[in-house]
């Protein structure tokens, strides 16, 4: 039988190689875009995009999770689920096509009603096809998974293209939402070679109702904490400033998303399958080792450097979305090692402590933003990135708990590298605005700085924490040799 190591090296591979190609490319697609779209029409389909994660929100009541965490659903149960789901997603999709008038009016956009009634067919869509997308992560095929995903990709993000040079507009964003929802639909039918029938039994879906119903409230906490800020801008500004502070926030969490996305994809369906303790205990010190000495060097390194970043992707006339990427990457440097908890909590079927934890943190960070509001675009920054770090703490207490660890265990764990980082930090920035004149020349501070920051961080990781240097290379010989 194949080790849970293997197994989860194995999806280590498909699944980052798959985040990687996918941010790469569509950080080139959105370059692309950015000097073809007026910020005016991101801000427009951010607007869109914050529609649509609430009724993601409430669509998503924890089926797919628990599903997962089942150890032998019947056939039956699944079936079930599919009808279930697929009239969820009609519900959800007829709804938002009717209330598109009144959401138009609530943000003031009057262009606004026909893009959501244009994207409204998504939801059927992925209704249809979230059982098969739930049956592959749970077989862990994570090889077809990456070829799934490349090929939505590409078809997606050419249409996007061709309909922006075409002078489409925004709408060229909506195309591809649609275009990657049908790609996505065929390519799991296709892949899951589910059987479909027409049985359905309510009770045999109540297991998963209750191993649900937390994580569809926590769902719900969780859009009003990450979509906040866009209704609020979205509101109260005009589409300009909502593009500027969604473009940054997308950049921020280019390379936390790779992370979080990896673990969250390979760790639940994988550890979900085992029931030692011990093992879990290591396995989350040293993911959060392993986490931490990838985003503190990224995410502060991106915010002292988040002017070149800003004009090298998306070009001189988003310069106004520089000082939100500064902010917002400080909170990005921790998120990704908050989410670890919630694989945790699914693991160990704890779906109604996690809405408990849930509930006082996101309560308190959504008051910190409103309360942020009277400050402007830039306050609501500030507010979001503090609270997040004070609502980490406590995250992180209960987690611990959970697995059986001391408070101060995780945070031994990721100190070290939080110090190094710290001090690659004040190097770049000493040597970008004090020491060296490296001129206005874009590209030469570009490509120097980084380079500069990287040789930093990597010289004093091996000098003082040879141990991730060790992890790393087990685990890059292990996934080269195919295991």
């Not at 007026?38 to 993601?56: E, K, M, R, S, Y």
């Not at 789901?85 to 009717?98: D, E, H, N, Q, R």
């Not at 049985?199 to 191993?211: D, E, I, R």
């Amino acid at each position: 039988m194949t080790s849970i190591k293997s197994v989860a090296l194995s999806g280590i591979k498909w699944t980052f190689g798959s985040q990687i190609l996918l941010q790469l490319v569509d950080l080139i697609v959105t370059a692309i875009l950015s000097r073809l779209l007026a910020p005016d029409d991101f801000g427009l389909f951010a607007v869109v995009f914050t529609t649509l994660n609430l009724f993601n929100s409430l669509k998503n009541m924890g089926f797919g999770s628990a599903l997962i965490h089942k150890k032998k659903p019947s056939p039956l149960a699944i079936t079930s689920l599919f009808w279930l789901t697929a009239g969820i997603g009609l519900v959800f999709s007829l709804t938002l096509y009717i209330s598109s008038g009144y959401i138009g009016t609530f943000f003031n956009k009057e262009s606004l009603p026909y893009l959501l009634r244009l994207v409204s067919v998504v939801y059927l869509i992925q209704g249809v096809s979230s059982i098969p997308s739930t049956l592959i992560q749970k077989e862990l095929q994570f090889r077809a998974i990456f070829k799934m995903n490349t090929i939505s990709m590409v078809l997606s993000n050419g249409v996007a293209i061709f309909a922006a040079y075409q002078g489409y507009g925004v709408l060229a964003l909506a195309f591809k939402m649609i275009t990657s929802s049908l790609v996505g639909l065929g390519l799991s039918w296709y892949v899951s070679r589910y059987k479909l029938s027409f049985a359905f039994n309510w009770s045999v879906l109540k297991p998963f109702f209750s191993f649900g119903w937390p994580i569809f409230l926590d769902g719900i906490l969780g859009y009003g904490l990450r979509n906040l800020d866009n209704i609020l801008i979205g509101k109260y500004f005009n589409a300009s400033t909502l593009g500027y502070y969604n473009k940054s926030y997308q950049l921020m969490v280019l390379p936390m998303s790779n992370i979080t996305k990896v673990l969250s994809r390979v760790m639940f369906p994988t550890l979900s399958k085992v029931n030692d303790d011990a093992i879990l205990k290591r396995t989350y010190l040293k993911s959060i080792s392993l986490v931490s000495a990838i985003t503190f060097p990224a995410m502060f390194g991106l915010s002292v450097l988040a002017e070149e970043a800003i004009m090298i992707v998306y070009g001189d006339q988003w310069r106004p979305a520089i000082p939100y990427l500064q902010i917002l990457c400080i909170t990005g440097a921790f998120q990704p090692m908050a989410s670890l908890a919630g694989n945790y909590y699914l693991i160990k079927g704890k779906t109604f402590l996690s809405l408990k934890v849930s509930v006082l943190s996101r309560l308190f960070m959504i008051g910190s933003i409103i309360l942020g509001l009277q400050y402007g675009p830039l306050g609501i920054a500030i507010s979001y990135t503090i609270s997040s770090l004070i609502a980490f703490m406590p995250e992180l207490y209960f987690t611990s708990r959970l697995v059986g660890l001391h408070f101060f265990e995780p945070i031994k764990a990721f100190s070290l590298n939080l110090l190094i980082t710290l001090v690659m930090v004040s190097t770049v920035f000493v040597i970008k605005n004090h020491t060296i004149d490296l001129g206005d020349q874009l590209l030469i501070r570009s490509l120097s700085l980084p380079l500069i920051g990287i040789f930093t961080y990597l010289t004093l990781s091996f000098l003082f924490n040879k141990k991730i240097w060790k992890e790393y290379v087990s685990i890059f010989k292990s996934i080269s040799h195919g295991q």
